[in-house]
């Protein structure tokens, strides 16, 4: 089956860049997306179809996705930005849907 | 806007019924999906169900004890749960697969129901 692989925890400085990665085989060729979640509530999509962003997401949250792996970007990281985040892919012939094991951002 | 009802503390063994009652948009054409987390773990997919209710997947976790089931002249999705396991234990989330253009984003998620598995 097919995995997606994440760093456990990045930190950052207030204003600074954070990058986050999935790590899968030539998961360039699928569709990546990205939810955050913060503590107690249901996660959030904020990138989706790689690089693309929900209404109402800061442009500060930007994608990219080539080879076997893809990244989750956050520039000029806001302390509300501390949460967990997950990437995701659809294995749409057999429907299911793949989690990365999330990311804990922590800013510091 | 997703809303689920019907967790519980039930023990093991035991039996649940989880509903997801939709509103806001077209529920009949989408792909719905139950996500659940376990307490500090990570999101964990266990079902989707197309449209019309013909194609039903299942993680291999929760394959032969839960049924994914839908109506759509209710706009509800359902999940029962059987032979409950302690690890069953988590927030199960009602997700909008948007499976248009071929993304497969989880664009719309419920607030979560709790489900406790214990003796």
């Known amino acids: 089956s097919y995995a997606l692989t994440q760093p456990p925890s990045v930190s950052v400085a207030p204003r600074q860049t954070a990058r986050i990665t999935c790590g899968g085989s030539?998961?360039?060729?699928?569709?990546v997306h990205w939810y955050q979640q913060k503590p107690g509530q249901a996660p959030v999509l904020v990138v989706y179809d790689d690089s693309a962003r929900p209404s109402g997401i800061p442009e500060r949250f930007s994608g990219s996705n080539s080879g076997n792996t893809a990244a989750l970007t956050i520039s000029r990281v806001e302390a509300g930005d501390e949460a967990d985040y997950y990437c995701?892919?659809?294995?749409?012939?057999?429907?299911?849907?793949?989690f990365g094991g999330g990311t804990k951002l922590t800013v510091l | 806007e997703l809303v689920e009802s019907g967790g519980a503390l039930e023990q093991p063994g035991g039996s649940l019924r989880l509903s997801c009652l939709t509103s806001g948009f077209a529920f009949s054409i989408y792909t719905m999906s139950w996500v659940r987390q376990a307490p500090g773990k990570g999101l964990e997919w266990l079902a989707s169900i197309n449209s019309n209710a013909d194609t039903i997947f299942y993680a291999d976790s929760v394959r032969g004890r839960f049924t994914l089931s839908r109506d759509n002249a209710k706009d509800s999705l359902y999940l029962h749960l059987s032979s409950l396991r302690v690890e069953d234990t988590a927030v199960y989330y009602c997700?909008?697969?948007?499976?248009?253009?071929?993304?497969?984003?989880?664009?719309?998620w419920g607030p979560g129901t709790l489900v406790t598995v214990s003796s």
């Open positions: 995701q892919v659809w294995q749409n012939n057999h429907d299911h849907v793949v």
């Open positions: 030539d998961i360039g060729s699928k569709n």
């Open positions: 997700v909008r697969l948007n499976h248009f253009h071929g993304s497969g984003k989880l664009d719309f």
